[in-house]
């Protein structure tokens, strides 16, 4: 089974331009362009792994991220926005990731692939213990 990535940014252009690059990569990708009902549509959807931008039209990523951490505190939450202002802010301290948003996605998919990774090893560990 792929490994869903759900992408939350609410300009169009970068949702379609990580949709076709993890898709490339062989991920299942859902997007979302605003954080209306996001905890339910991430209840239904089930995604490995969100990718957040902090700055959305109708909601704070921070504050969005601290809900998500509430209640799915075992899902791997990164960022990738256009501002490196927050990156020292507490709040996105408990984001699994942090990259400055650029055209060229490597380093993005390098954090999401690493990222699945670790999760993958502390569910392998949980369930030896």
Do not use: W
């Not at 076709?20 to 062989?26: I, N, Q, S």
């Not at 957040?52 to 909601?59: C, E, H, K, M, S």
């Not at 926005?81 to 709040?91: I, N």
């Amino acid at each position: 089974m792929k490994d869903k990535i759900m992408v939350v940014d609410d300009e169009e252009h970068i949702r379609m331009l990580y949709s076709e690059e993890l898709a490339d990569e062989g991920y299942q990708v859902v997007t979302v362009s605003n954080g209306f009902r996001l905890l339910q549509k991430i209840e239904r959807e089930k995604p490995t792994l969100v990718i957040l931008d902090i700055r959305l039209a109708d909601y704070n990523g921070l504050d969005l991220l601290q809900s998500i951490r509430e209640r799915f505190d075992d899902l791997p939450v990164g960022f990738c926005t256009a501002y490196d202002t927050f990156k020292e802010d507490t709040k996105s301290a408990s984001a699994d990731f942090y990259v400055v948003r650029s055209f060229d996605l490597t380093e993005l998919k390098k954090r999401i692939a690493s990222t699945i990774e670790i999760y993958r090893q502390k569910e392998i560990k949980h369930e030896f213990i």
